[in-house]
């Protein structure tokens, strides 16, 4: 997918390959298996199948993994998107555009919710109640039709593009002022304001409430659409070109100290005797201090993978490209991976983290190599 780069104007812009946005993606891929994968074996979390386990050592350093990547990883997605939604839009003009975003977006939306998540569903049930069912038998009585599981992520982004392409049409002005890139200063009062409407809006909407059907967590969504919106800033005045290293490093530094919060957020819940439930919302102050330490700490991740990423990792190869191009079906399609994978397990006489240490590597190659299959299907390529 070509970047943008150098805007020409504001109507013009250059493209060029930015191969490290690939390896990007694939890194976050890999994390939203890996999300996935801890929750099944008991961090917090809604998953299709779970089996957690109750070892407080293992708990810890699995909650930690959890909390740190929601922090960023579904938020860096955003963000990406809109950076190429800006440039392809101008590229191929509106209607060109909304078709396209219809079919990639659309299709795999209908397909996930009428065909793949009730077969989900299915193997799960078949397994677990070990009861003799066929599937025909097991859609006659299912009523979950209406679930985009884990493509609420595809169904709010078609959302947010649909509504960035209304304005353009509505306000058809758009400024020709640039804007400089962001500093660590800047980023980080960013972050404070992201962590303070989050703290607003999830007194209403905590974390882990559902808005159902189309399962988005509104808790989570004042990160998704500011992200959104900087990646449409980012691609406009060609942030990314201008970001610099020194940013990235001292963005990696922030990062790394807010990780240290860790065992003071334990030390305040303890001591203090407050409810665990506080840290996912409510009119507290542990949910604040949770909001702006979640923001804050994604942030800084996000910054510094693009900043160090653009100085290390903007090189291809072969591997590398095909591991790109199937991301978007590995996220598609990887349930199927990891709840055969713990289906297989299941029975397996061993503590739930042992089983984890098994099942995430297996997973992650598991659903990069079911992603290509599916890739070397014909006509696929032309939707995902």
């Not at 020409?8 to 890999?30: C, G, H, M, V």
């Not at 909390?67 to 938020?75: A, E, I, L, T």
């Not at 595809?154 to 353009?168: D, E, G, H, K, P």
């Not at 209403?204 to 189309?214: A, M, S």
Request: glycine share 6%.
């Amino acid at each position: 997918m070509p970047a943008l780069t150098q805007p020409l104007s504001a109507t013009q812009p250059q493209y060029e390959k930015l191969f490290y946005i690939d390896n990007i993606r694939i890194i976050l891929t890999i994390l939203v298996i890996l999300h996935h994968t801890f929750i099944t074996y008991g961090a917090s979390g809604g998953w299709y199948y779970k089996e957690p386990t109750t070892h407080l050592g293992a708990l810890i350093p699995m909650t930690v993994f959890v909390s740190v990547n929601q922090s960023f990883f579904m938020g860096f997605f955003f963000f990406l998107a809109a950076f190429f939604t800006y440039s392809s839009f101008y590229r191929k003009g509106t209607r060109q555009f909304v078709t396209d975003r219809l079919v990639r977006l659309g299709i795999p939306l209908i397909f996930y919710t009428f065909v793949f998540s009730p077969f989900l569903s299915f193997l799960v049930y078949r397994f677990t109640k070990e009861i003799p069912i066929s599937y025909s038998q097991y859609l006659s009585v299912f009523d979950g039709w209406i679930d985009f599981g884990v493509l609420w992520f595809v169904a709010a982004l078609l959302l947010f593009t649909l509504i960035y392409v209304l304005s353009r049409k509505l306000f058809r002005t758009w400024t020709q002022r640039s804007l400089p890139v962001p500093e660590t200063k800047t980023i980080l009062c960013t972050a404070l304001l992201m962590g303070c409407i989050s703290f607003i809006v999830r007194i209403l909407f905590p974390v882990g409430w559902v808005l159902k059907p189309l399962g988005f967590q509104l808790g989570h969504f004042t990160q998704y659409i500011f992200l959104f919106t900087i990646g449409l800033l980012a691609a406009k005045n060609n942030w990314l070109e201008q970001l610099s290293y020194r940013t990235g490093k001292q963005m990696l530094g922030v990062a790394i100290v807010l990780l240290l919060f860790f065992p003071v957020f334990f030390l305040i819940r303890t001591k203090l005797h407050m409810p665990i439930e506080w840290y996912s919302g409510g009119f507290n102050g542990l949910s604040l201090l949770y909001s702006v330490w979640e923001q804050s700490i994604g942030m800084s991740i996000i910054i510094a993978f693009l900043a160090i990423g653009k100085q290390y990792w903007n090189t291809s190869s072969l591997a590398l490209s095909y591991l790109s191009r199937c991301s978007f079906a590995v996220y598609i399609f990887h349930p199927l991976t990891l709840i055969a994978l713990s289906m297989v397990f299941r029975n397996w006489n061993a503590d739930p983290a042992m089983k984890l240490l098994v099942v995430a590597p297996l997973g992650v190659a598991g659903s990069f190599l079911l992603g290509f299959l599916i890739l070397a299907l014909p006509g696929v390529k032309r939707i995902i």
